[in-house]
């Protein structure tokens, strides 16, 4: 049965609750880069007085040069000031040099938390606000000179989407459509005719496109009927997921990119690991399911079940062709009209999401 805490002004809301397993066991539990976790103590005066211990103990972070902004590292005084740093349903009291900012708050909780917080999220920091007795986003330009109350707040993903496309906001990603793949994947034929169409498309309303090879030295490269002109990176890869550095750095460089439309082989790997890692991100993903397949017909059914789950998107490519022009009087209606007159295979794929 897990305790409940009592209120106290100086520490505002109630603690996190203790780790379930009983009474006064003390056990400690692990933290990040391998240091102890305690239990949180009986009661908050209690954990006065092991934050006012802790600042003869706990030796603040190192300064990392250059910081001299405000908000930005420590100045402005001398000295350790105690803060508890909260997150999640933890609580671990230390110290920071008077005046730390921003940065080095930032810094303090990767050193105390660093192997529970997923790095692909945002983050809110927040102080406790004695005037307000509840938390606030943490104030611009704020300067640790005083005993306070901390926590980060990871940001939620929005499962529920709209789904809205537009060229301007929206980037194509076609994955791993190479020749070894040919005799295994399921109608492999047919979503070559469909990448290669989603891909006239992209090129026709100035659409950027991403695309990855896995490891060609040994499946070969992106097979022949796909025409690669003007994408804007082409890219071999060992890893499953083509969110690497160079595909970050290349949507980066394209501003307002919102959305991303994702296709290729296979869908329980590749496109699967892709997906997740983007919406980490905060991007919308569309994965195009008369595009995609796998050499099971079974990981692939499940897979789109699990990423539409997580509120990504699947559609299909005459759905996206459409939504990205909108509008009958669009200038490139009829170029997309003349890509969609000649429908999808029928493949089976459809049947089977």
Known sequence: MVRRRSRSRDWGPPAPPVWPGGGGDRRRRSCAGGAELERLPANMAAAEQQLSEASAVVAPLPLSSGGGSSGGGGGGGSGSVPVLFCFSVFARPSTVPHGSGYEMLIQKFLNLYGDQLDMHRKFVLQLFSEEWSQYIDLPKGFLVNERCKLRLVPLQIQITTLGNLTPSSTVFFCCDMQ?????????????????????????????????TEQYPKGLGNTV?????????????????SMVLPEVEAAIAEIPGIRSVVLFGVETHVCIQQTALELIGRGLEVHIVADATSSRSMMDRMFALERLARTGIIVTTSEAVLLQLIADKDHPKFKE?????????PESGLLSKV
């Open 179 to 211: 020749e070894r793949f040919r005799p295994a994947i399921k109608y492999f034929g047919d979503i070559i005719s469909v990448s290669q169409r989603l891909l006239q498309g992209a090129r026709i309303l100035g659409i950027p496109i991403i695309v």
């Open 336 to 344: 997309i009209q003349n890509l969609i007159k000649a429908s999808a």
């Open 224 to 240: 022949q009927e796909i025409d690669l002109t003007g994408a804007k990176l082409v890219l071999p890869k060992t890893k499953f």
